[in-house]
Protein backbone atom coordinates (compact mmCIF):
# COMPACT_ATOMS: atom_id res chain seq x y z
CA UNK A 1 0.00 0.00 0.00
CA UNK A 2 1.48 3.07 -1.11
CA UNK A 3 2.24 5.68 2.01
CA UNK A 4 -0.06 8.39 2.30
CA UNK A 5 0.07 11.29 5.05
CA UNK A 6 -3.39 11.47 7.16
CA UNK A 7 -5.30 13.91 6.52
CA UNK A 8 -5.14 16.15 9.12
CA UNK A 9 -1.15 16.61 7.98
CA UNK A 10 -2.20 18.27 4.29
CA UNK A 11 -2.64 21.94 6.04
CA UNK A 12 0.81 22.41 7.61
CA UNK A 13 2.65 20.79 4.99
CA UNK A 14 0.79 23.74 2.72
CA UNK A 15 1.68 26.04 4.95
CA UNK A 16 5.19 25.84 5.07
CA UNK A 17 5.15 25.41 1.32
CA UNK A 18 3.83 28.57 0.56
CA UNK A 19 6.02 29.93 3.47
CA UNK A 20 9.33 28.49 1.27
CA UNK A 21 7.67 30.36 -1.17
CA UNK A 22 7.26 33.24 -0.29
CA UNK A 23 10.86 33.15 0.78
CA UNK A 24 12.62 32.45 -2.07
CA UNK A 25 10.43 35.28 -3.63
CA UNK A 26 11.61 37.53 -1.43
CA UNK A 27 15.18 36.36 -2.09
CA UNK A 28 15.09 36.39 -5.93
CA UNK A 29 13.29 39.68 -5.54
CA UNK A 30 16.83 41.23 -3.35
CA UNK A 31 19.15 39.80 -5.85
CA UNK A 32 16.97 40.81 -8.98
CA UNK A 33 17.35 44.66 -7.75
CA UNK A 34 20.71 45.94 -7.50
CA UNK A 35 21.50 49.20 -5.44
CA UNK A 36 22.11 52.27 -7.46
CA UNK A 37 23.48 54.99 -6.08
CA UNK A 38 21.53 58.31 -5.27
CA UNK A 39 21.51 61.41 -7.65
CA UNK A 40 21.85 63.95 -4.58
CA UNK A 41 23.93 67.51 -5.36
CA UNK A 42 27.09 66.50 -2.44
CA UNK A 43 28.42 70.11 -3.06
CA UNK A 44 29.60 71.87 0.59
CA UNK A 45 30.63 68.81 1.57
CA UNK A 46 34.58 68.40 2.85
CA UNK A 47 36.36 65.35 1.36
CA UNK A 48 37.29 63.30 2.55
CA UNK A 49 40.45 60.74 2.54
CA UNK A 50 40.11 57.00 0.48
CA UNK A 51 41.16 55.56 4.18
CA UNK A 52 37.78 55.02 6.54
CA UNK A 53 37.92 57.42 9.29
CA UNK A 54 37.16 55.90 12.61
CA UNK A 55 34.19 57.97 13.28
CA UNK A 56 31.93 60.14 11.67
CA UNK A 57 33.90 62.96 10.50
CA UNK A 58 30.78 65.25 9.56
CA UNK A 59 28.90 64.52 12.76
CA UNK A 60 26.91 67.95 13.28
CA UNK A 61 27.54 69.20 10.05
CA UNK A 62 24.18 70.94 9.03
CA UNK A 63 25.26 70.58 5.28
CA UNK A 64 26.51 67.15 5.20
CA UNK A 65 22.52 66.08 7.27
CA UNK A 66 20.96 67.42 4.32
CA UNK A 67 22.62 65.92 1.79
CA UNK A 68 22.48 62.99 3.37
CA UNK A 69 18.73 63.32 3.95
CA UNK A 70 18.00 63.50 0.46
CA UNK A 71 20.56 60.31 -0.21
CA UNK A 72 18.45 58.63 2.66
CA UNK A 73 15.34 59.33 1.35
CA UNK A 74 16.49 57.99 -2.20
CA UNK A 75 18.00 54.70 -0.81
CA UNK A 76 17.44 53.73 2.09
CA UNK A 77 13.68 55.04 3.13
CA UNK A 78 11.54 52.20 1.13
CA UNK A 79 13.13 49.79 3.88
CA UNK A 80 14.28 52.02 7.12
CA UNK A 81 10.82 54.72 6.73
CA UNK A 82 11.19 58.06 4.96
CA UNK A 83 12.92 60.42 6.80
CA UNK A 84 14.32 57.52 8.89
CA UNK A 85 10.98 57.13 10.83
CA UNK A 86 11.26 53.70 10.87
CA UNK A 87 8.42 53.57 13.78
CA UNK A 88 6.27 52.04 11.10
CA UNK A 89 8.95 50.58 8.43
CA UNK A 90 9.84 47.15 7.55
CA UNK A 91 13.76 47.27 8.54
CA UNK A 92 15.04 48.51 11.90
CA UNK A 93 14.46 52.12 13.09
CA UNK A 94 18.04 53.34 12.74
CA UNK A 95 17.57 56.28 15.07
CA UNK A 96 18.03 53.45 17.65
CA UNK A 97 21.57 52.83 16.75
CA UNK A 98 23.85 54.12 19.38
CA UNK A 99 21.61 54.40 22.24
CA UNK A 100 23.50 52.53 24.75
CA UNK A 101 26.39 55.20 24.44
CA UNK A 102 23.93 57.91 25.83
CA UNK A 103 24.23 55.63 29.02
CA UNK A 104 28.06 55.73 29.36
CA UNK A 105 29.15 59.02 31.35
CA UNK A 106 33.24 58.80 30.95
CA UNK A 107 34.02 60.73 27.80
CA UNK A 108 36.62 58.31 26.78
CA UNK A 109 34.55 55.25 26.89
CA UNK A 110 31.23 57.29 25.53
CA UNK A 111 33.70 58.03 22.88
CA UNK A 112 34.91 54.82 22.22
CA UNK A 113 31.19 53.67 22.14
CA UNK A 114 30.15 56.35 19.29
CA UNK A 115 33.39 54.82 17.38
CA UNK A 116 32.09 51.22 17.52
CA UNK A 117 28.56 52.52 15.93
CA UNK A 118 29.97 54.51 13.35
CA UNK A 119 32.07 51.24 12.28
CA UNK A 120 28.63 49.02 13.00
CA UNK A 121 27.18 51.50 10.78
CA UNK A 122 29.29 51.64 7.73
CA UNK A 123 29.97 48.05 8.18
CA UNK A 124 25.98 47.29 7.71
CA UNK A 125 25.79 49.44 5.08
CA UNK A 126 28.76 48.52 2.75
CA UNK A 127 28.48 44.71 3.22
CA UNK A 128 24.68 44.59 4.00
CA UNK A 129 22.81 41.72 5.60
CA UNK A 130 22.43 38.43 4.57
CA UNK A 131 21.33 35.97 6.87
CA UNK A 132 20.73 32.18 6.11
CA UNK A 133 21.01 32.91 2.24
CA UNK A 134 18.64 35.47 2.10
CA UNK A 135 19.33 38.96 1.91
CA UNK A 136 17.92 41.30 3.85
CA UNK A 137 19.48 44.08 2.69
CA UNK A 138 21.95 44.99 -0.56
CA UNK A 139 25.59 45.69 -0.14
CA UNK A 140 26.17 49.49 -1.00
CA UNK A 141 30.22 48.87 -1.10
CA UNK A 142 30.92 50.49 -4.86
CA UNK A 143 27.77 52.33 -4.99
CA UNK A 144 28.05 54.95 -2.26
CA UNK A 145 30.93 56.99 -1.54
CA UNK A 146 32.46 57.65 2.00
CA UNK A 147 30.86 60.82 1.80
CA UNK A 148 27.31 59.98 1.76
CA UNK A 149 27.67 57.06 4.10
CA UNK A 150 28.82 59.40 6.54
CA UNK A 151 26.41 62.01 5.05
CA UNK A 152 23.51 59.74 5.63
CA UNK A 153 24.86 58.54 9.52
CA UNK A 154 25.06 62.57 10.27
CA UNK A 155 21.00 62.97 8.75
CA UNK A 156 20.33 59.84 11.14
CA UNK A 157 21.81 61.38 14.26
CA UNK A 158 20.34 64.46 13.50
CA UNK A 159 16.96 62.80 13.71
CA UNK A 160 17.28 62.64 17.42
CA UNK A 161 16.01 59.52 19.75
CA UNK A 162 13.50 56.90 18.43
CA UNK A 163 10.04 57.10 19.95
CA UNK A 164 10.82 54.70 22.75
C1 LIG B 1 15.82 46.31 0.75
C2 LIG B 1 15.59 46.92 2.03
C3 LIG B 1 16.71 47.77 2.61
C4 LIG B 1 17.33 48.87 2.06
C5 LIG B 1 17.09 49.49 0.69
C6 LIG B 1 18.26 49.33 3.05
N1 LIG B 1 18.22 48.54 4.16
FE1 LIG B 1 19.34 48.73 5.83
N2 LIG B 1 18.53 47.03 6.59
C7 LIG B 1 17.48 46.34 6.03
C8 LIG B 1 17.11 45.24 6.91
C9 LIG B 1 15.97 44.25 6.67
C10 LIG B 1 17.98 45.31 8.01
C11 LIG B 1 18.03 44.35 9.21
C12 LIG B 1 18.79 43.17 8.72
C13 LIG B 1 19.17 42.19 9.77
O1 LIG B 1 19.45 42.59 10.91
O2 LIG B 1 19.22 41.03 9.39
C14 LIG B 1 18.86 46.45 7.77
C15 LIG B 1 19.84 46.85 8.65
C16 LIG B 1 20.56 48.03 8.53
C17 LIG B 1 21.51 48.52 9.50
C18 LIG B 1 21.84 47.84 10.82
C19 LIG B 1 20.74 48.26 11.79
C20 LIG B 1 20.74 47.57 13.12
O3 LIG B 1 19.93 48.02 13.98
O4 LIG B 1 21.46 46.61 13.34
C21 LIG B 1 21.97 49.71 9.05
C22 LIG B 1 22.98 50.62 9.74
C23 LIG B 1 21.31 49.95 7.78
N3 LIG B 1 20.47 48.92 7.50
C24 LIG B 1 21.51 51.10 7.04
C25 LIG B 1 20.95 51.29 5.78
C26 LIG B 1 21.23 52.44 4.95
C27 LIG B 1 22.10 53.62 5.36
C28 LIG B 1 20.57 52.25 3.78
C29 LIG B 1 20.59 53.12 2.54
C30 LIG B 1 21.89 53.40 1.99
C31 LIG B 1 19.86 50.97 3.87
N4 LIG B 1 20.11 50.43 5.11
C32 LIG B 1 19.07 50.44 2.89
C33 LIG B 1 16.88 46.60 4.82
C34 LIG B 1 17.28 47.58 3.93
Known amino acids: MPFAFPARHARPHAGARALLAALLLAATHAAAAPPTAPAVDSSGLPALSAVWAEQNPY ?25 ADGARAPAPDLRRLGRSCRRVTAPQWRQRCVEDVDYYFRKSVMQG ?19 LVWAIRTFVESRGRAPR
Open 59 to 83: RGNERAAEVGRQAFNQACASCHGAD
Open 129 to 147: KVKAGIEHMPPWEGVLSPE
